[in-house]
């Protein structure tokens, strides 16, 4: 059974930086790209990055690009989601996810394309 915990995530100030991480059990993880996407309330979840299996490729959404960065330790099953320069619209519960692919990486940034998810963690920025 397929198992993704994510965790690290809480309240920080407009400016400041967390670090979320993802735990992956039940698969082989060096087979599964690894996305992070994000929900806020009344809104619908959205794409903020993913990597690929072995870690040399990344994307990341507009939004984030040059504050957030994603990264992977697959000898520990287990993906990060770096978040610097906060912003108040930061705000969101984030979800790691995970994408079995067999051959060449392609970017995969929508919620269909991810069929294993966590349960999610808070991540609230203040003003």
């Known amino acids: 059974q397929v198992q993704l915990v994510e965790s690290g995530g809480g309240l920080v100030q407009a400016g400041g930086s967390l670090s979320v991480s993802c735990a992956a059990s039940?698969?082989?993880?060096?087979?599964?790209?690894v996305g992070w996407f994000r929900q806020a309330p009344g809104k619908e979840r959205e794409f903020v990055a993913a990597i690929s299996r072995s870690g040399l490729k990344t994307n990341y959404a507009d939004p984030v690009k040059g504050r957030f960065t994603i990264s992977r330790d697959n000898a520990k099953n287990t993906a990060y989601l770096q978040m610097n320069s906060l912003k108040p619209e930061d705000t969101a519960v984030y979800y790691c996810?995970?994408?079995?692919?067999?051959?060449?990486?392609?970017?995969?940034?929508?919620?269909?394309?991810?069929?294993?998810w966590g349960q999610g963690t808070q991540v609230t920025v203040s003003s």
């Open positions: 039940g698969l082989t993880f060096t087979s599964y790209a």
């Open positions: 996810a995970a994408r079995y692919y067999s051959g060449a990486y392609t970017p995969s940034r929508t919620v269909t394309e991810y069929d294993n």
